[in-house]
């Protein structure tokens, strides 16, 4: 049920007095009280415990931004800024209630797409879908990359909150890839970070190209979850797209082990933009099967290995390498075979291609009305020990088991990230599903795994096992940045 109570802040100032100030700075049209247009705001996916926020409001501008931040800053209003939503750790539901900003519907432009020096400077609502179809229409030598979330989610979001995409192998993080960011200061302050520092008022869109050499300030905004600042502007970096593209499909056959192998040394290959390995159920789910079994004489894993090249001559050398690997991992016992994936989908429908052809709506993962899962960057040596000691509890918990890794930065560090679809409104299946994601958490928190896009049940968790310093510094670090606590309070058990 979704909770609504009585809120802290109503004792410095009414809820009139402030719809009335954000009708003032918004438009009517543009700020709502209403529960039924509040209540969408009020949970996501998962099965984090909804919290009704009292207003909604639609800025077009940082000016009234500015102004919103300042008035919230006096009377120590909460500010939850918004995209889609769709960040899947129930990042913006407003713990304390308070003011959503949502990004999504008006402040979602492209601003600049910069060829020469190859980045995009985006407003926090441009979805994936949007930016994917702007550069195909008007730069189709340019790129952008894409997860598996859906195409109406937000880009900045993602990398705002170092989220992994389609070529996470070769460049790990998006948030390694971010340029540039304009901020709005707990003061009202408009802060722009990174090359785009000069220039007392406006920037130049022509000087988002990198953070170095000043101190790199980027570290205060990104995975904070929104409690810092208000993102206005951020700039992305693009790629040439490369005109050939090959996706392989590696099969692991033997039952127990070697999968953090296979994405160590695929990864290091360094000939992999992106390797996404899953449990062998995710193909029968992307051909169409709901709920897969799995069978004992099954193969266990899979990995999508995905490689581009500006000639075929240059793909031929990456194949050569790639294969020579996967034969030398053979030859040390490691039992898989592999084919091109393009063969593989023509034996289904086009909803399998979705996997290969992001941003698309990946159904296996939608398709309920339910999803969460333990996202993480792990170690790569931990891998397979995690993976035995999860599929356990998915079949103590008799759920099938739904497994994602991927290595990043050429196998530097890896991505583990088992996931749980549900039925969000059939009765009990949530403290189901959450008895089991916990016992999950708490297994790979042991194992040194670092979860990103955490709910605060998942942080009140990690804080347990954080250096005492970091905490010491990070808690610093957010008063001084928000010393009123408005910006997404209660993120972080702050
Ligand atoms: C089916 C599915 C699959 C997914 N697969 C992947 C995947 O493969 N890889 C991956 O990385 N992610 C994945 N995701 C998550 C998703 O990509 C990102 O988290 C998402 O892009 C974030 O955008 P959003 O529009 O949902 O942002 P929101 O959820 O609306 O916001 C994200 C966070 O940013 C904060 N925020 C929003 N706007 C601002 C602003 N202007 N200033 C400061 N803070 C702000 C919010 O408060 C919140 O904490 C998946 C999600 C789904 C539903």
Known sequence: MTISKEKNYFK??????????????????????????????????TECEPKMPDFVVIPENKEQLVKLVKYCNQYLIPIVPYISGNNVGGLTIPEQGGIIVDFGKKMNKILHINENMMYAILEPGVTFGQLAKHLEDNYPHLRYCYPFAPPYAGVVG?????????MSCKLGSMGDSINGLEVITAEGDIAR???????????????????????????????????????????????????????????????????????????????????????????????????????????????????????????????EILENTLESLKEKGVELTHFDADDFIKLFDLRVRSYLDLPAVVLSLVEYSGLTWFGSYAPTHVIDELVEKVEKIFNKHNVPYFMYMKPMKYSHYSIFRPILRYNKYKKGEEQRYHALIEEITDTCLDAGCIPYKTPTWMTEKMRKKINPGWIKLFEKIKNCMDPNGIFNPGRWNT
């Not at 993602?158 to 995409?165: D, K, V, W």
């Not at 000043?214 to 905004?221: A, C, E, S, T, Y």
């Not at 051909?287 to 894993?301: H, Q, T, Y």
């Open 12 to 45: 410095n100032v009414s809820k009139e007095q402030i719809y009335k100030e954000l009708v003032k700075i918004f438009g009517q049209e543009n700020v709502s009280d209403k529960s039924g247009d509040l209540y969408p705001y009020s949970y996501d996916m």
């Open 158 to 166: 993602n990398a705002l909150l170092s989220g992994m995409n389609n």
């Open 193 to 319: 970070i990174g090359s785009c520092f000069y220039g007392k008022d406006e920037d130049d869109p022509d000087t988002w190209h990198y953070r170095s050499p000043v101190p790199d300030l980027m570290g205060l905004f990104l995975n904070w979850q929104g409690m810092t600042g208000l993102v206005t502007k951020c700039a992305v970096q693009l790629w040439p797209n490369e005109p050939i593209k090959k996706t392989v499909i590696v099969v692991l056959l033997s039952r127990i082990g070697h999968i953090g192998e296979i994405l160590r040394e695929v990864g290091r290959t360094e000939v992999c933009e992106d390797v996404a390995i899953g449990c062998f159920e995710l193909i029968k789910m992307s051909a169409g099967i709901p709920e897969p079994k799995s069978f004992p004489e099954e193969p266990r894993m899979f990995a999508n290995c995905t490689i581009t090249a500006k000639t075929k001559n240059q793909l031929k050398a990456r194949m």
